[in-house]
């Protein structure tokens, strides 16, 4: 069974302190690992796929990068407007349908 | 376009009663899903459809719960009799067949069931 943990729950900033967000995984056969951004009161909004080990993808203030255990999301220099969960997910197999992580709520402080 | 349309936003009905929960998803889009999120359980897959034929319905709690697609563009979630414990936020999600499969989600649906 797919399982994908991410860590801390929660985590506080002030207005550019840079930190990374874990996404650590364990499936057969990853097929692609996906970050999504999501606000109170809306859907997840989507970010990033990564689909091997030693990929990279940015997007403004945020890094995406991927090992064959874990993926890591970079905030750099974070502002109040990047407060949100962000939320890790991954397909594998031949299956379609993503396995979620619990999420990290992320709090910048101006 | 529009993003994925999802209707009500908002439901609060009484235990027993039947609710359904509305989707379009976006045009072109072959594959949609439907999940819940809770604090407790956060985001779970209930089932999804490809071309409109339900692939994988597995995550679906209970025969209280059912999902239609009738057509490429309208799905439905139908929760019959509802109860306190089917409070959540229910969302739909598409996305195409091929390429980086991502999913695209709509602004979901909170129900309350009292």
């Known amino acids: 069974e797919d399982q994908v943990t991410q860590s801390p729950e929660a985590l506080r900033l002030q207005e550019g302190e840079s930190s990374s967000l874990n996404c650590s995984y364990t499936v057969s056969g990853l097929r692609g690992l996906f970050w999504y951004r999501q606000d109170p009161g809306k859907g997840p909004e989507f970010l990033f796929t990564?689909?091997?080990a030693g990929e990279e993808k940015e997007k403004e203030r945020l890094k995406a990068t991927l090992t064959k255990k874990e993926s890591f999301l970079h905030i750099t220099a974070p502002k109040p407007e990047d407060s949100a969960t962000y939320l890790c997910?991954?397909?594998?197999?031949?299956?379609?349908?993503?396995?979620f992580g619990s999420g990290t709520q992320l709090t910048v402080l101006p | 376009d529009a993003g994925v349309i999802q209707s009500p936003r908002h439901e609060v009905t009484e235990m027993g009663q039947e609710v359904t929960l509305r989707c379009k998803p976006i045009s072109g889009h072959d594959y949609l899903f439907w999940y819940r999120q809770t604090m407790m359980r956060g985001l779970e897959l209930l089932i999804y459809f490809n071309n409109n034929v339900p692939i994988d319905d597995s995550g679906m709690p209970e025969d209280r719960f059912s999902a239609k697609m009738p057509n490429a563009s309208f799905s439905t979630l139908k929760i019959q009799p509802s109860e306190p414990r089917d409070s959540a936020v229910y969302f739909c999600?598409?996305?195409?067949?091929?390429?980086?499969?991502?999913?695209?989600f709509g602004p979901g649906t909170r129900l309350t069931v009292t």
């Open positions: 999600a598409s996305s195409f067949l091929t390429g980086s499969y991502e999913q695209y």
């Open positions: 997910a991954v397909l594998s197999g031949s299956a379609r349908q993503l396995t």
């Open positions: 990564l689909y091997s």
